[in-house]
């Protein structure tokens, strides 16, 4: 007789990527999937740790949630704490001050992303041998750039330094402000690099252009999936990486909500609690939680935003729409 | 000289004493030079291929797995370095050792995280319980409340320059003394 008990594949732990998790495929009588699941191991507890916390305390506990972003947790909550300290506007040198940190954050993680986790398999493709699928392999065999990515990552975590005091858990957002200013000296060293940065981000891009264009078939069906999509926008619906409304749109680009004040997400947005991962499922209220799930990230920025003001960032949006 | 080998590991931490390290920069491409990575999350290894040299761990034990790895960490390594404050001494997870007039302090987190909101769907009231979830311990605990721990560096997270000076000296087989100014408990 055959037996009945399903089969379950785990991969554990997942490396390579921002998290602890691990990954179960269970399978069927017939070994097909059934199911495939990604399940979060880590359980901490800060939503407890703050209650009752000094509120300076917030933004520097809750950073702590992640090594990689700490800089979005942690400007976050002192987004909350402006709120109860009453601060509804930052001064201007505060908010630029914020701006650069998180922007720094985003560059660093991106690289980290790109070149330090992913570029292995781009460069050396998904079967290569394990032991090369790594940044160590990525600097024997392509040094210079490899050279680059640590370059780029070192470039944002050192405007992370300059805004916030440290490469990572800084203290730089306090309720209400920053606590330190930017030097023009380091303004001006920072400024110094940034056309290298920039030619140095297009050629990864151009990298990653090129992938995609050889390995068409690849790309459009490997984890290829339709979903919802969130990010913050500004009020002319342009991409912005620190502050906005709330913009939700489906698979086809139709819009599910826009302009939605951040500090109403609970009106609509809400969490589902699964007994396989200490990780909640957010969902769109208004979809429920079987469809209302949602992408958020770089993709979910492209997908949400109307237009991008930085230059050459359209003409960059276009070329990729149209691959 | 022959390569050392080096395993790392993020237990209970946040990976933010593994990003310390690649804050060391363009030394990545010198410390390749004098040693091979053994299993990581930086890498593909998901275990040990052979024993190591040295044994990084950042974070400390919050759950059953976390112990069942730091072992192996100490079975396989030798020498075991804890790096950072979580794994020295718990960090940041061992505010829910002691929550002030609770008597049951990690269940008061799992329900606030978990339970009883408007912001949560939660029909049944469960609190993740599936077999492939780690069981949580009663409290966290740092690396050498669980086994023996050869060295620690202390910092959250020791920035990339002190992991950098320490690791020379760990790789010639010497056990840094830390200047004053090079302790920092942040």
Redesign the interface.
């Known amino acids: 007789m055959k037996s009945r008990k399903t089969r379950v594949i ?1 991969i ?2 997942l ?6 998790g ?1 990954v ?1 495929v269970h399978l069927d009588d017939e070994y097909k999937v059934s199911q495939a ?1 990604l ?1 979060i ?5 800060f ?3 703050i ?2 916390r000094l509120l300076w305390e917030v933004p520097v ?1 809750v950073q ?5 972003c ?1 800089v979005s947790h942690h400007i976050a909550a002192a987004k909350a704490m402006d709120m109860i300290v009453g601060v509804d506007q930052l001064t201007p040198t505060a908010e630029k001050i914020r701006r650069l940190m998180h922007y720094g954050q985003v560059m660093q993680s991106n690289v ?1 992303h790109f070149f ?1 986790l992913s570029s292995p398999d781009l460069l050396f493709g998904f079967d290569a041998a ?1 032991q090369r ?4 392999a990525v ?2 065999e392509f ?1 210079e750039l ?2 680059q990515g ?2 780029m ?2 470039y944002g ?1 050192e405007i992370i330094q300059h805004t916030a005091g ?4 800084g203290t730089g957002a306090i309720p209400g402000g920053v606590n330190k200013n930017l030097p023009l000296k380091t303004r001006d060293a920072l400024l110094k690099d940034v056309d290298q940065m920039l030619s140095w981000a297009k050629n990864a891009l151009e990298i990653a252009k090129n992938y995609t264009l050889e390995h068409r078939s690849l790309v459009e069906t490997f984890a290829n999936f339709k979903s919802n999509y969130l990010s913050l926008v500004r009020t002319d619906g342009a991409l912005d990486l620190y502050h906005g409304d709330l913009r939700a749109v489906d698979a086809g680009g139709n819009t599910i909500f826009d302009q939605v004040d951040y500090r109403r997400f ?1 009106d609509y947005l ?9 990780m ?1 499922f957010p969902f769109i209220k208004s979809l429920g ?1 079987l469809d209302g799930w949602y992408r958020v990230g770089p993709l979910a920025r492209m997908n949400t935003g109307l237009c991008f003001t930085t230059t050459g960032s359209m003409k960059t949006i276009r070329s990729a729409i149209a691959i | 000289m022959s390569k050392k080998r080096i395993a790392t590991v ?1 237990l ?9 390290l ?2 060391i ?2 030394r ?2 010198e410390l ?1 030079q004098c040693v091979e ?1 053994d299993c ?7 275990k040990f291929t052979r024993r190591c040299d040295i044994g990084l761990i950042e974070g400390g034990c ?2 059953e ?1 976390n112990v069942y790895v730091l072992q192996e960490f100490r079975r396989n390594c030798e020498l075991l370095v804890a790096v950072g404050q979580c794994a020295t001494m718990g ?3 061992v ?2 050792n002691a ?2 007039h609770g008597e049951d ?2 269940r ?7 339970m009883g909101s ?5 029909p049944d009231n ?5 077999p ?3 069981l ?1 311990l009663d409290r966290v605990y740092s690396c050498a409340e669980v086994v023996k721990v050869d060295y620690q560096i202390p910092g ?2 020791p ?2 320059d002190l992991l950098w000076s320490v690791l020379q000296s760990l790789l010639k087989g010497e056990l840094p003394e830390l200047d004053w100014s090079q302790i920092k408990y ?1």
Not at chain 1, 15 to 20: A, D, P, S
Not at chain 1, 64 to 68: E, Q
Not at chain 1, 133 to 136: A, K, L, P, V
Not at chain 2, 126 to 130: A, E, K, T, V, Y
């Open positions: 785990e554990e732990p490396t390579r990527v921002e998290g602890h691990k179960t699941r399940h191991v880590e359980f901490r507890g939503e407890r740790f209650r009752g506990i702590r949630l992640c090594g990689i700490p980290l330090h394990p699928r790594n940044i160590f600097i024997k040094p490899a050279r640590i370059l990552r070192k975590q440290k490469k990572i858990h609970n809400m969490e589902e609690v699964r007994p396989w991962s200490y909640k939680n | 993020s209970a931490g946040c990976f933010g004493c593994h990003m310390s690649l804050d920069d363009e990545l491409i390749l990575l990581s999350p930086l890498n593909d290894f998901k919050c759950n797995d960090g940041l997870p505010m829910r929550i002030m302090p990690l008061e987190c799992l329900d606030e995280a978990y408007a912001k949560v769907l939660n469960q609190i993740p319980n599936d492939a979830l780690p949580l959250c997270p920035s990339g942040d």
